[in-house]
């Protein structure tokens, strides 16, 4: 019996394996589900076309006009009317992108993104140009993929880069980082401009080393709250500056000192202007969270409401625009003379508060007090020196005055020239009638003098 079973074994692992034809039919059954999920998703999933004729439609899509909705437009020319030419398929990166963006949690097509085709070579009654001229289209590029949103911040639709467009993932990506709000980072002046200052309030936060945990669910806690919303009034944008790296010249000076793995938290408030041609020159104003408070989520929030209520006493307006620079240990120093005179500035003034509201020492320093001290002190001394000094009355003030300045107007009439003195017009002024004011001889006199000196000087030659 043993041996029979030893049999079977071997018999089992010698055993051949099924007939392809019996594993044919479930895979084709397999392969036929697949097909109808995503027949049946794709029929779920349509995706509209604009209506190129259609003006608000179009001026809904590219300008934000209604609902100021988001596009991701594809361009897709459909065949003519009568025409036996078959459509163009779809992009599959598009379809790709559509489906996980519909999908992904917390949010849908309609809240993120309307995807939408359009016919680009359609012309424009308006202006004469095709719709990919007008907006400045390479078509040449495929697919052709366009955003446009009035979250841009370009406010124009702007092309998505062939770099972007090779899987359907790389396009979810990039179209949530244009459309949905996000910390920037600043690299340059530039970028701070164009990406902070611009803009009616803008929160920065000067990493002194990598953010701890805590702090980046504090500033995206704060992003969601404050920099998603349409109102750009009111929206504020936040942004990150590697403070290791980098140097904020203009800004350091008013914020506290930078240390290694310290955080800084400053916001900004535009005045005026704007960084387009039109507009005129770019001022803000910013306020900074001191060294006695500690760097948290409701010491930010705190500070971005204070500055947007207008109720900040702190918050300073810049002479100039802060710039990007690469921090330095010369620009360090100069940031520690600069806060040094303003320390020394701030202690001569308090010195000066304190002097005029206590007393004088008496000396004459040359300044307005020392000067004040002087006068009072004479004025004592000539007192006790005149025992019958006495106060003049407000009458014997103003009868002095009186009388001195109708001194000053008789020595004045002296001085001028009346109508009468004057000769007729015309004529000059008599040589006879000049007098010279230092009381010596006319100017034709010394020059005759001169010649007799130059006679003698001849007759000693």
């Known amino acids: 019996?043993?041996?029979?079973?030893?049999?079977?074994?071997?018999?089992?692992?010698?055993?051949?394996?099924?007939?392809?034809?019996?594993?044919?039919?479930?895979?084709?059954?397999?392969?036929?589900?697949?097909?109808?999920?995503?027949?049946?998703?794709?029929?779920?999933?349509?995706?509209?076309?604009?209506?190129?004729?259609?003006?608000?439609?179009?001026?809904?899509?590219?300008?934000?006009?209604?609902?100021?909705?988001?596009?991701?437009?594809?361009?897709?020319?459909?065949?003519?009317?009568?025409?036996?030419?078959k459509p163009l398929p779809i992009s599959s990166v598009f379809q790709d992108a559509m489906d996980e963006l519909s999908s992904s949690k917390g949010s849908n097509n309609n809240s993120i993104v309307n995807f939408v085709l359009m016919d680009c070579t359609h012309t424009l009654p308006t202006s004469g140009k095709?719709?990919?001229?007008?907006?400045?289209?390479?078509?040449?590029?495929?697919?052709?993929?366009?955003?446009?949103?009035?979250?841009?911040?370009?406010g124009v639709p702007k092309q998505i880069p062939s770099k972007h467009l090779k899987t359907g993932h790389m396009l979810a990506k990039v179209i949530r980082q244009m459309v949905l709000p996000h910390t920037q980072k600043i690299e340059s002046t530039k970028d701070l401009k164009n990406k902070c200052l611009?803009?009616?309030?803008?929160?920065?936060?000067?990493?002194?080393?990598?953010?701890?945990?805590?702090?980046?669910d504090a500033i995206s806690n704060l992003l969601q709250k404050y920099g998603d919303t349409d109102n750009e009034k009111k929206r504020v944008v936040f942004a990150s500056v590697d403070s290791s790296v980098l140097y904020m010249m203009g800004l350091e000076e008013h914020?506290?000192?930078?240390?290694?793995?310290?955080?800084?938290?400053?916001?900004?408030?535009?005045?005026?202007?704007?960084?387009?041609?039109k507009d005129s020159r770019l001022i803000t104003?910013?306020?900074?969270?001191?060294?006695?408070?500690?760097?948290?989520?409701?010491?930010?929030?705190?500070?971005?409401?204070?500055?947007?209520?207008?109720?900040?006493?702190?918050?300073?307006?810049?002479?100039?625009?802060?710039?990007?620079?690469?921090r330095t240990k010369k620009l360090e120093e100069q940031e520690r003379a600069k806060r040094q005179r303003k320390a020394n500035a701030s202690q001569k003034k308090e010195q000066a508060s304190s002097s005029t509201t206590g007393a004088h020492s008496g000396e004459n320093d040359g300044s307005k007090d020392g000067r004040r001290a002087e006068r009072e002190r004479r004025r004592e001394e000539h007192r006790k020196n005149n025992p019958?000094?006495?106060?003049?009355?407000?009458?014997?003030?103003?009868?002095?005055?009186?009388?001195?300045?109708?001194?000053?107007?008789?020595?004045?009439?002296?001085?001028?020239?009346?109508?009468?003195?004057?000769?007729?017009?015309?004529e000059p002024i008599d040589e006879d009638g000049y007098d010279d004011l230092d009381g010596g001889d006319d100017y034709g006199d010394e020059e005759d003098n001169d010649e007799e000196d130059d006679e003698e000087v001849m007759d000693l030659d």
């Open 198 to 216: 611009n803009a009616s309030y803008c929160a920065v936060l000067l990493k002194g080393g990598t953010p701890q945990r805590f702090m980046k």
């Open 255 to 277: 914020i506290p000192e930078f240390v290694k793995d310290t955080h800084r938290f400053v916001v900004f408030k535009k005045v005026s202007g704007g960084i387009k041609e």
């Open 1 to 85: 019996m043993a041996g029979k079973a030893g049999k079977k074994k071997s018999k089992s692992k010698t055993e051949r394996p099924p007939a392809i034809d019996k594993l044919l039919k479930p895979a084709i059954g397999v392969v036929l589900a697949f097909l109808g999920y995503y027949f049946m998703k794709g029929l779920d999933t349509e995706i509209p076309r604009i209506d190129v004729n259609d003006e608000l439609a179009l001026r809904e899509v590219f300008f934000g006009e209604g609902q100021g909705q988001t596009y991701a437009v594809l361009c897709n020319t459909p065949p003519k009317e009568g025409s036996t030419t």
């Open 130 to 154: 095709t719709i990919a001229q007008k907006f400045s289209l390479n078509l040449n590029q495929r697919p052709t993929i366009f955003i446009s949103s009035p979250k841009l911040d370009s």
């Open 388 to 426: 019958n000094y006495r106060e003049k009355t407000p009458e014997e003030i103003a009868e002095i005055e009186r009388k001195r300045r109708q001194r000053m107007a008789e020595e004045s009439e002296k001085w001028n020239i009346g109508a009468e003195d004057a000769p007729p017009e015309g």
């Open 285 to 326: 104003s910013m306020a900074s969270l001191d060294d006695s408070t500690k760097l948290s989520h409701n010491s930010m929030e705190d500070l971005i409401k204070s500055v947007m209520s207008g109720k900040n006493a702190n918050i300073k307006k810049l002479s100039s625009l802060p710039q990007v620079k690469t």
